[in-house]
């Protein structure tokens, strides 16, 4: 921070006024520069669309080094639009930088020529690509070929308070009594909660087993609906948006958690399961086939409500045989804290070894 009248004065003017339409929030703990003015440019003109953003984050880039110094290395997550903003600062401040790529864009085809013609000039000037799973490298790889010798997977990171879920926790008898079956996320048709519905109707109409939806987006109505119109809706609970903690603690208290998307380029919603000891079964549709195996659940293709069907019978009827201190142990030696920071640290300090080279 400025520290004398004339610090102040030159602080003002290193940040061009633009520092009355920013704000520093406390996420968390981490200290974050945000933009609180307006994106005034249609979306008609993404070129300037572009341009406009990236004049932001240099502008808060300057607030930010200027009060805490300049940084050994830049990290952008995703390439549109923080790998754009990513290359103008390295550019002008001679900085190495690297972009974590999480876009379900590249993987459903919804990439717009504009994009694709910025996101080759962003991915050729970075350091290294990652990748939070192998189907979504792999998918990165076929459409840059020019990007492979720079590309790596590393995993989203379990969030600390599910990895720090005291074992007590887990293995607590709950009292709600039968088989409760949990699945989180938007109510979109891309997640296909219509698919999940009628799998669990097909398994378990009129059985102690229940089903309980967490999220809330415009297939909400439609779901309801169809739960009343397949005989289910006293087994069928939907609780609508849930906050980290609300999600933790529906998480302790399922006893499976079932993912029945057609595409994820990871799934940390099923990582955050696993740290609570719940068997999963997810869909083949991506980033899952990374974090599924068979110590932890069963995956099933994409689409098929009979398979689903089949796998939620299959895990209810052997669901004694997960060992959830085994499912939370597994989880965090692959998805924890120390495994995550240990790689990403790995890649960083590559690239500044190089450029002390």
């Not at 297939?219 to 609970?237: C, H, M, P, W, Y």
């Not at 696993?274 to 869909?283: E, M, N, Q």
Request: glycine content about 8%.
């Amino acid at each position: 921070m400025p520290r004398s009248l004339r610090d102040f004065i030159n602080y003002r003017h290193y940040r061009d006024e633009s520092w009355k339409e920013h704000k520093i929030i406390n996420d968390e703990g981490i200290w974050t520069y945000c933009n609180n003015g307006w994106m005034w440019i249609p979306g008609r003109t993404p070129y300037l669309s572009a341009k406009y953003m990236s004049k932001i984050g240099i502008s808060i880039f300057k607030n930010y080094s200027w009060e805490n110094g300049m940084p050994d290395i830049l990290h952008a997550h995703n390439a549109v639009f923080a790998g754009f903003i990513a290359v103008k600062i390295a550019e002008e401040y001679k900085l190495p930088f690297v972009i974590t790529e999480h876009s379900s864009a590249h993987i459903t085809n919804r990439i717009k020529p504009w994009e694709d013609k910025l996101i080759r000039q962003t991915y050729r000037k970075a350091r290294r690509i990652i990748c939070v799973s192998s189907f979504l490298c792999q998918e990165l790889e076929r459409r840059y070929p020019e990007i492979n010798n720079i590309i790596e997977c590393v995993p989203n990171i379990l969030d600390t308070d599910f990895e720090r879920i005291d074992i007590d926790d887990i293995n607590r008898n709950h009292s709600h009594g039968g088989v409760r079956i949990i699945s989180i996320g938007n109510l979109v048709d891309g997640k296909n909660f219509e698919g999940l519905i009628r799998a669990f109707a097909d398994s378990f109409k009129g059985q102690n087993v229940y089903l309980r939806i967490g999220g809330d987006g415009p297939k909400r109505r439609s779901l309801e609906e169809l739960t009343n119109v397949l005989g289910i809706r006293n087994q069928v609970e939907f609780l609508g948006y849930l906050n980290r903690n609300n999600v933790l603690r529906e998480m302790l208290e399922c006893d499976i958690f079932v993912l029945n998307s057609y595409y994820e380029t990871f799934g940390v919603v099923i990582i955050e399961a696993l740290a609570c000891g719940k068997p999963v079964i997810a869909t083949d549709c991506g980033g899952p086939r990374d974090i599924i195996n068979n110590v932890n659940g069963i995956l099933v293709p994409p689409g098929s409500n009979n398979k689903m069907a089949e796998a939620m019978r299959k895990m209810v009827s052997e669901l004694k045989l997960y060992d959830p201190i085994e499912i939370k142990r597994d989880c965090v030696n692959r998805f924890g804290e120390r495994r995550v920071v240990g790689m990403l640290n790995r890649i960083y300090e590559d690239i500044l070894s190089k450029n002390r080279d």
